[in-house]
C-alpha cells in the first residue's frame, strides 16, 4: 500500500505563517544609519571643500565659512549668499534670496511625517529635522517606502549627523586649505576652483530631460531677464518664481489632459 503524499494542507497553520512572514520587521539601528550614510557623505566631502575654498576667496574668513556651514547647511545656497555678500548685497536680501532657493524645504518635513506611523521623539525629532537636506530626505523616503516597519528615529538621527558633520568637516579642511596652503600647488587650487562650475553644470544639463526642458527654459529666461534688467538677487529670484510657475502650468495641463482623455 503506497503512503498518501503530504499535501500543503497537512503543513500546520503556525509552520505556514512562519515561513509567509517576512524576516525584516525589526527597526534599522544607528550603527545602520551610519553605514547607510556613506553615499551622502562621500558626495558631501568634495562639494563642502569646495564651498570652504570658495568662502576663502571671497575674502571670509574660516571661522565665518565654517559658521556657514555649521547653520546655515544649504549646500548651493551657501556659494549664492557669500557670493551676494561679498558682492556688497545686504544681508537681509541675501538671507531673502536664500530662502526663497530653500523655500522647497518646509515641505519636507509634512511629506515625512504622512508617511511616518511611529510616535515621534521631540528631542531626536529636532536633530534629523535640522539635518534634512535633499539627500537625506531622499534617503528616509526610500526607506519608508520600501518597508516601513525597518524605518526608525535612531537610523534617521544617525543619516542626519553624519551628513551634516561630513559637510562641516569638509568645509574646515576646504577653508584651512584655501586659507594660503594650497599657494605651492597651484595646479589642485585650479581644478578645485574648476570643480564648482563643473558640478553646477552637470546638474543643468541633467535637468534637461523632456519632462523639465520647459520648466528649466522658464528658469533660465527668468533668470536672464531679472540680471539684464535688475541685479543678481533679483535674477535668481525670478529664475524661482518662472521656473515654478512653468512647473505648475505644466501639471495643471498634464491633468486637463488627463481629464479629457478620461472623459472619452
Known amino acids: 500500500m503506497s503512503m498518501p503524499d503530504k499535501s500543503a494542507t497537512d503543513i500546520p497553520i503556525s509552520d505556514a505563517s512562519e515561513s509567509e512572514t ?6 534599522s539601528s544607528f550603527k545602520e544609519g551610519i553605514f547607510d550614510s556613506l553615499p551622502i557623505t562621500i558626495g558631501y566631502i568634495p562639494i563642502s571643500f569646495a564651498f570652504g575654498l570658495s568662502a576663502i576667496k ?3 574668513t574660516p571661522i565665518e565659512a565654517i559658521f556657514f556651514s555649521c547653520v546655515i547647511y544649504a549646500g ?3 556659494f549664492v549668499i557669500t557670493a551676494l555678500l561679498s558682492a556688497g548685497m545686504s544681508l537681509w ?3 531673502l534670496t536664500v530662502m526663497a532657493m530653500d523655500i522647497r524645504h518646509i515641505l519636507y518635513g509634512p511629506a515625512l511625517r504622512h508617511r511616518i506611523k511611529q510616535t515621534l521623539s521631540e528631542k531626536k525629532t529636532v536633530i534629523w529635522a535640522f539635518g534634512l537636506t535633499d539627500e537625506v530626505f531622499a534617503a528616509a523616503t526610500t526607506k519608508l517606502i520600501k518597508d516601513q516597519r525597518s524605518w526608525s528615529e535612531n537610523w534617521m538621527v544617525a543619516i542626519a ?3 551634516w558633520l561630513s559637510w562641516v568637516l569638509g568645509t574646515v579642511a576646504g577653508a584651512i586649505l584655501g586659507n594660503g596652503y594650497l599657494s605651492s600647488y597651484p595646479a589642485i587650487e585650479a581644478a578645485m576652483t ?3 562650475p563643473a558640478l553646477f553644470l552637470s546638474f543643468l544639463l541633467a535637468s534637461f530631460k523632456k519632462q523639465n526642458s520647459y520648466c528649466v527654459t522658464a528658469a533660465l529666461l ?6 539684464t534688467f535688475f541685479s543678481i538677487p533679483v535674477a535668481i529670484l525670478a529664475g524661482i518664481i518662472s521656473g515654478c510657475s512653468a ?3 505644466q501639471t495643471k495641463n498634464a491633468q486637463l489632459n488627463t481629464s479629457a482623455t478620461h472623459g472619452k
Open 247 to 249: 512647473a505648475l502650468l
Open 222 to 227: 527668468g533668470a536672464l531677464m531679472g540680471i
Open 194 to 196: 574648476f570643480m564648482l
Open 76 to 78: 548651493a545656497s551657501q
Open 22 to 27: 517576512p524576516q525584516s520587521n525589526r527597526a
Open 58 to 60: 571671497l575674502e571670509f
Open 161 to 163: 549627523i553624519c551628513s
Open 93 to 95: 536680501i541675501s538671507a
